[in-house]
């Protein structure tokens, strides 16, 4: 019987799935019949490569999705045939550089308050990316530079209002069913906050372990993100009856402040503008 169920998505992945399996397998610090990985692949089309590929791997199930519901759906049916005691899922743009499984078991033992565990997320140059979020509801622009310009820099991790990024999000199997699993009429973006608002215990533990993620390839930057992001981000709000014009009003500002810094530093703020233009557009809607 497994320890660690890993469940992944995939959607037109093929160029990534080969690296990210190989290395949960080479840096798997268990016995071998502790993992099992659970690939859920909705192209609609599955690929030979990837069903050769999976096969090559030991306990390891591929289900080809019938539709693609999106990111909580695909998870869903993977969670629903996991007979791991811990669910891993893992974004198929990932992967391992260092063992990590032991110190996520330490951890969900010994700290029982602890709902979700994530891993320090770094791109291939080995430089910090996102690896956790604020609750929307929770965002404003003093907590957000004191993050960037302070957390960040000196590699602290908040122990409050955050929840891993979904690159990588540990949780045990018995408390994600007691939750009821993740909310499919949710397709993209905002399913983390969601799960972790559900889940008792829900706080959060980010450990010092490292995985590479190779951000923007699972989620496409496009028009469809973005309405997904405000679509989701509206349901989100509703659903817990947050306030929808204040939470609004917040991330409008902590945006216009990223962009006009971005501007005096010469960064690209091409997605922060997008950002900032759904918001201002949800802010006519819901003000």
């Avoid at 659970?38 to 999705?65: A, C, G, H």
């Avoid at 509801?137 to 957000?144: A, G, M, V």
């Avoid at 602290?156 to 993740?182: C, E, H, M, T, V």
């Amino acid at each position: 019987m497994p320890i660690i169920s890993i469940i992944i998505v995939t959607y037109n992945s093929d160029s990534y799935i080969s690296e990210c399996l190989e290395s949960i397998f080479y840096y798997n610090d268990l016995e071998e019949s502790d993992i099992e990985v659970i690939i859920v692949d909705n192209s609609l089309v599955t690929s030979n490569y990837l069903r050769t590929k999976v096969n090559t791997f030991p306990n390891s199930k591929l289900i080809s999705n019938p539709q693609n519901g999106g990111f909580g759906q695909g998870n869903n049916i993977g969670a629903s045939i996991a007979q791991g005691k811990i669910l891993l899922f893992l974004n198929p743009d990932t992967k391992f550089v260092e063992p990590l499984f032991k110190e996520v078991i330490r951890k969900f033992r010994n700290y029982p308050q602890i709902g979700v565990v994530g891993c320090k997320l770094i791109d291939e140059m080995g430089k910090p990316c996102f690896t956790y979020g604020y609750f929307p509801e929770k965002r404003n622009i003093i907590r957000d530079l004191i993050d960037k310009f302070l957390f960040q820099k000196i590699g602290y991790i908040p122990k409050k209002n955050i929840y891993p990024w979904g690159a990588d999000l540990f949780i045990r199997r018995s408390d994600f069913i007691n939750a009821g699993g993740f909310d499919e009429n949710i397709f993209l973006c905002h399913e983390e906050p969601d799960i972790c608002t559900r889940l008792k215990p829900n706080k959060t533990a980010i450990i010092s372990k490292k995985i590479i993620h190779f951000e923007g390839h699972s989620t496409k930057i496009s028009e469809i993100k973005y309405d997904s992001w405000g679509e989701s981000l509206i349901y989100y709000l509703k659903k817990y009856r947050y306030n929808i014009s204040r939470t609004l009003r917040n991330l409008s500002f902590v945006f216009y402040m990223y962009i006009l810094i971005g501007k005096l530093i010469r960064k690209d703020i091409g997605i922060l503008k997008l950002y900032y233009a759904k918001i201002k557009e949800l802010k006519i809607k819901y003000d």
